[in-house]
């Protein structure tokens, strides 16, 4: 598998680049080209953008467009599963471009596979987290009511198997601009990183070095 680290680069043309990859990758699984092209583990960091997935309700965006702008953050609706959710600097967002029908994993494995590299990743700077019922993403505390708050959001999108989208981690994230909407079409529960829980500012190499470990040894893939 092929790692690619973008920086920080625009929402939508990270997500145009995610498209080619997928493309390439269908148009092989399919027979249409004999090129070959390695699935992709992207990371990005984006510019402030809000992004809202196919199934959710544009009431959870509790700002209007102009005031997006005057905070210098975007909106997108796009492709993927869940609500609405937000990107920006100090925050991780994996995009994993692979096929499950080739790792034997349904959708539903493919989620829970991507919670517990997250999960790992977090045990490995002593964050205890977990998911949580009814709930895409990994959280913290979910035992206790009222304190439950989600540090990873994950949202995907499966075509003829092959995945798009996939998770955000919250490192350093600047958590006010979660504020404006209700995360993940949750009015009820709170977000959280890396750095309130640890009271300092983790390393993002760091990081992404335990996030790819984490990733190859829950996957089985090796990195080029």
Request: glycine share 10%.
């Amino acid at each position: 598998m092929k790692y690619k680290d973008l920086g920080i680069r625009d929402y939508k043309e990270t997500w145009d680049y995610q498209q080619s990859v997928h493309g390439k990758l269908t148009e092989m699984k399919t027979g249409k080209t004999a090129d070959k092209t390695l699935p992709q583990l992207i990371f990005v960091e984006h510019p402030h953008v809000y992004t809202l997935g196919k199934s959710g309700k544009e009431n959870n965006l509790l700002v209007n467009p102009d005031f997006v702008r005057s905070i210098g953050a975007s909106f997108y609706k796009i492709d993927r599963g869940g609500d609405i959710t937000y990107h920006g600097p100090g925050q991780i967002v994996g995009y994993p471009i692979l096929d499950l029908d080739a790792l034997g994993k349904g959708v539903k494995q493919y989620v829970t596979s991507l919670e517990q590299v997250i999960i790992d990743t977090l045990t490995a700077y002593h964050i205890v987290a977990t998911r949580m019922e009814g709930a895409t993403g990994v959280w913290l505390d979910t035992h206790k009511p009222g304190f439950s708050r989600k540090i990873c959001a994950i949202g995907v999108k499966v075509s003829r198997g092959i995945t798009m989208h996939g998770f955000a981690l919250n490192v350093s994230t600047d958590l006010g601009y979660f504020n404006h909407i209700n995360p993940c079409g949750f009015s009820d529960k709170t977000v959280t990183s890396m750095e309130k829980e640890l009271g300092c500012k983790p390393d993002m190499g760091e990081v992404k070095k335990s996030l790819l470990n984490h990733f190859q040894k829950q996957f089985g893939l090796e990195f080029v």
